[in-house]
């Protein structure tokens, strides 16, 4: 079945510090992949989102590039503020509407 | 502009009880899901559908039912609560096809 692996949490960085989340998939065809965020007591928002293979992501900063040939989908910051300290989450979705997501990697931004 | 709308946002039930968790969205979307969450598990599909008077298993289905006899509403029901259902319950929405989900707040829900 379809799968999604983050790399493990917690990452804790300096704020205007780089920041890369590691995220690789399986699944069959042509999914679309995303990255949600998570606020403390909140459901998740969408980041960023890349439908085809080579698309990029963006917004608030943070940037995404759908790779087929390694089947990755990392996040990228170049500069991290505190407001950002979150849950991040890479999920997939299919065509057929099945949706798959990691476990979430925790983000703490100190000052 | 409400999106998706979970009720209740908390419940604590006893083993044994039953009960139906709401989910509404006012979008006009086809699909849409029912997720747990648990502490450095993710998020883990229980049921979906892919439109009005459909329902299709996920990953945890287990203990839950589902109903989807109007398209905005997606209804979870435990039938006969047990301690190992404790988690936080979300529901989300999407367009057809491959497009990103919008999420309800969550409902806690805890089980003695």
């Known amino acids: 079945g379809d799968s999604v692996t983050q790399m493990e949490g917690p990452v804790t960085l300096s704020e205007e510090a780089f920041l890369t989340i590691n995220c690789t998939y399986t699944?069959?065809?042509?999914?679309?992949l995303f990255w949600y965020v998570q606020y403390p007591g909140e459901g998740l928002q969408l980041l960023l989102k890349?439908?085809?293979?080579?698309d990029k992501g963006s917004n608030k900063g943070f940037e995404a590039t759908y790779r087929k040939e390694t089947t990755s989908f990392h996040l990228e910051k170049g500069s991290v503020q505190v407001s950002d300290s979150a849950v991040y989450f890479c999920?997939?979705?299919?065509?057929?509407?099945?949706?798959?997501f990691g476990d979430g990697t925790t983000l703490t931004v100190k000052p | 502009n409400a999106g998706v709308t979970q009720t209740p946002k908390f419940r604590v039930l006893k083993t044994g009880q039953s009960m139906t968790l709401l989910c509404a969205q006012d979008?006009?979307?086809?699909?849409m899901y029912w997720y747990r969450q648990d502490p450095g598990m993710g998020l883990r599909l229980i049921h979906y559908?892919?439109?009005?008077?459909?329902?299709a298993k996920g990953e945890v289905p287990d203990g839950y039912n589902v109903s989807r006899l109007k398209k905005q509403n997606f209804l979870l029901g435990l039938e006969s609560a047990a301690p190992s259902q404790t988690s936080v319950y979300f529901c989300?929405?999407?367009?057809?096809?491959?497009?990103?989900?919008?999420f309800g707040d969550g409902t806690r829900l805890s089980i003695l």
């Open positions: 989300a929405s999407s367009p057809w096809g491959n497009q990103p989900q919008h």
């Open positions: 999920a997939l979705k299919t065509n057929a509407g099945k949706s798959t």
């Open positions: 979008m006009n979307h086809e699909y």
């Open positions: 699944a069959t065809g042509y999914p679309s």
């Open positions: 890349a439908t085809k293979a080579d």
């Open positions: 559908s892919v439109g009005e008077g459909t329902t």
